[in-house]
């Protein structure tokens, strides 16, 4: 944490309102934000525990804000791939997609990283938002 605030501090301290150091289970958010940033993190969590954290997430953003997460994703013919190692989830497109949809939020942009090493599992960049529009059940 030291080191990211002695770097953000020097680059753009006036553009960061808060550094937490906490679980994503436990992170409480203490204002709205333009940005929410996740860079390779999310594999962490359980399904539940991801959807839980888009939803707390959503409801801490600006009227234009986002959240966006950078991550490996899975070859397309698997859904998920379970690294025995640092015991992380890795998911597919189709399956971000799915828990993005339980929580409420729309895909805006899908980018693939080109410059990683041939060889190692795609890196994507994707920025959702909350649906704006969601149909609510009629009450009959």
Not at 90 to 98: C, I, P, S, V
Not at 113 to 139: D, T, W, Y
Request: hydrophobic share 40%; net charge positive; aromatic share 12%.
């Amino acid at each position: 944490m030291a080191k990211a605030k002695e770097v953000l501090d020097t680059n753009c301290k006036d553009k960061i309102g808060h550094y937490y150091q906490t679980s994503m289970k436990d992170l409480v958010l203490e204002e709205k934000y333009d940005l929410i940033w996740f860079q390779w993190v999310v594999g962490h969590l359980t399904d539940r525990d991801f959807v839980d954290l888009m939803k707390k997430c959503a409801a801490n953003l600006t009227e234009i804000g986002v959240i966006v997460l950078k991550e490996n994703f899975t070859l397309a013919e698997y859904s998920f791939y379970l690294d025995k190692e640092d015991h992380t989830i890795m998911r597919n497109q189709d399956y971000f997609l799915q828990l993005f949809q339980k929580a409420d939020l729309e895909l805006v942009t899908l980018e693939k990283f080109e410059s990683f090493p041939k060889g190692l599992l795609p890196v994507f960049k994707m920025c959702v938002r909350p649906i704006k529009n969601k149909k609510k059940s009629a009450k009959k």
